[in-house]
């Protein structure tokens, strides 16, 4: 079973720049997930899709953070314009239905940004 | 906001012996926990979980515990193995919100 698949591996840009990430979760998965981790610390939750509709977006920075899963398979996040305190691993992880009590997350390898 | 804290951001043990990694939450309507399991570039993987319900699961070397009453939880591993060698994260849920802890990076020396 293939897992979920992330690219570009690694990004470099200069502040202000815009950067796209793409994700491919675990097929028939429901859910997917946008998660930063910032170095030293836990993932952060940006966003959560079910299926194609936003379920929880309430930490996403939306003055330059977006996110869409077009026909509820493959999710982009954009970032626009980058600052430097974006840099980050922002990992993608999916689930078969939802992060419920007994349910847990499939991560992808994660896009490594630096912002310059 | 940190409602999930694991306060060691790192342990050293000797192969063979037991790897106790702990963890601390503060919202007492979390409801499952989870350890997850993270080499370098790679993304975290599901190792063990408990309900909270329960006090204690295992999964061959590994055990979760679950105080609930301390909002504590604890991973142990025995017989540790230079394999474990990795970031373990904890994480909590309520209600479909899980939330991570900083991370402990596990060092078994051969």
């Known amino acids: 079973e293939a897992g979920v698949a992330q690219s570009p591996r690694y990004k470099i840009i200069e502040k202000r720049q815009s950067v796209a990430f793409w994700c491919n979760p675990i097929?028939?998965?429901?859910?997917l997930y946008w998660y930063q981790q910032i170095l030293g610390q836990g993932p952060k939750l940006l966003i959560q899709?079910?299926?194609?509709?936003?379920?929880?977006d309430s930490q996403l920075p939306k003055d330059r953070f977006s996110a869409e899963r077009l026909k509820g398979v493959d999710s982009t996040l954009k970032i626009q314009p980058a600052k430097l305190e974006d840099s980050a691993v922002y990992l993608c992880?999916?689930?078969?239905?939802?992060?419920?009590?007994?349910?847990?997350?499939?991560f992808g390898s994660g896009t490594q940004l630096s912002v310059l | 906001d940190q409602q999930v804290k694991q306060n060691s951001p790192s342990l050293s043990v000797q192969e063979g012996r037991i790897s106790i990694l702990n963890c601390d939450y503060t919202?007492?309507?979390?409801?499952?926990f989870l350890w997850y399991k993270k080499y370098p570039a790679e993304g975290p993987t599901f190792l063990i979980s408990?309900?909270?319900?329960?006090d204690k699961n295992e999964d061959g070397r590994f055990t979760v515990f679950l105080n609930k009453s301390a909002k504590h939880l604890s991973l142990h591993i025995v017989p540790s193995q230079p394999g474990d060698s990795a970031v373990y994260f904890c994480?909590?849920?309520?209600?479909?919100?899980?939330?991570f802890g900083a991370g402990t990076r596990l060092t078994v020396k051969p």
């Open positions: 992880a999916s689930s078969l239905v939802k992060a419920a009590t007994n349910e847990k997350l499939f």
């Open positions: 097929s028939g998965h429901a859910t």
């Open positions: 899709f079910q299926n194609n509709g936003v379920v929880d």
């Open positions: 994480a909590a849920v309520t209600n479909g919100d899980m939330r």
């Open positions: 919202n007492s309507m979390f409801d499952y």
């Open positions: 408990i309900s909270s319900i329960k």
